[in-house]
């Protein structure tokens, strides 16, 4: 059973930075899909980042430029370093992982899913 753990979350004013982390544990994502996602209360769940198995990434267009994704290379770990924090970055964040093929980049149909972790940014 793939099991995926968030931390890193927490509160933070305008402007600064955290890292989000994703353990990995009952099969090691070592060539998979893996993203970050987030979720306001009462808004669609958005796709944030994504890595492939080739390590091509991709990005939110709210999140370019601050926001990198990142992985160790056995695979056992994800981050987002998030960097800039505004108040619209406020959201519950979810690492994912194993869309079928194809679909990493589109941000669609990730099998596996984490608890989540809460980033606050205050103004």
């Known amino acids: 059973q793939v099991q995926l753990v968030e931390s890193g979350g927490g509160s933070v004013q305008s402007g600064g930075s955290l890292r989000l982390s994703c353990e990995t544990s009952?099969?090691?994502?070592?060539?998979?899909?893996m993203g970050w996602f987030r979720q306001i209360p009462g808004k669609e769940r958005e796709g944030v980042a994504s890595?492939?198995?080739?390590?091509?990434?991709t990005y939110a267009d709210s999140v370019k430029g601050r926001f990198t994704i990142s992985q160790e290379p056995d695979g056992s770990t994800l981050y987002l370093q998030m960097n800039s924090l505004q108040p619209e970055d406020t959201a519950m964040y979810y690492c994912?992982?194993?869309?079928?093929?194809?679909?990493?980049?589109?941000?669609?149909?990730?099998?596996?899913w984490g608890q989540g972790t809460q980033v606050t940014v205050s103004s």
């Open positions: 994912a992982a194993e869309p079928p093929l194809g679909y990493c980049a589109r941000f669609l149909e990730y099998n596996y």
């Open positions: 890595i492939d198995v080739d390590g091509s990434t």
């Open positions: 009952g099969n090691r994502y070592t060539k998979h899909c």
